[in-house]
């Protein structure tokens, strides 16, 4: 069984940075991407970023100010959000799409963790 542990929201202001980890443990061969998501009150739940095959893509919205980065070894992700608005509230949720033999290629969710931003 694959659990991801999400830290590291809270609330603060337009302009701060925050940063937010996600790691993976349980029993598997291969990380094939991680990613985060994002759902604002009121709104469908949106993808923020990916890193997947070396390469790291993101939305526009948050692209040149939010930075994602991994450590394999700890099979951990992280988003560094910079330069925060209030249109970046929203919980924040971690996908990681990992293989096992047992079961293929299969997308794990993290539970979310909410991000406030507001003077």
């Known amino acids: 069984q694959v659990q991801l542990v999400e830290s590291g929201g809270g609330l603060l202001q337009p302009g701060g940075s925050l940063r937010l980890s996600c790691a993976a443990s349980?029993?598997?061969?291969?990380?094939?991407?991680m990613a985060w998501h994002r759902q604002a009150p009121g709104k469908q739940r949106e993808w923020v970023a990916t890193?997947?095959?070396?390469?790291?893509h993101y939305a526009d919205s948050v692209n040149g100010r939010f930075t994602l980065s991994r450590d394999n070894d700890k099979n951990t992700v992280y988003l560094q959000m910079n330069s925060l608005k209030a249109e970046d509230t929203a919980v924040y949720y971690c996908?990681?799409?990992?293989?096992?033999?047992?079961?293929?290629?299969?997308?794990?969710w993290g539970r979310g963790t909410l991000v406030t931003v507001s003077s």
């Open positions: 890193s997947s095959g070396g390469n790291t």
């Open positions: 349980g029993r598997f061969l291969r990380i094939n991407s």
């Open positions: 996908d990681v799409n990992i293989w096992s033999p047992t079961y293929g290629s299969v997308d794990y």
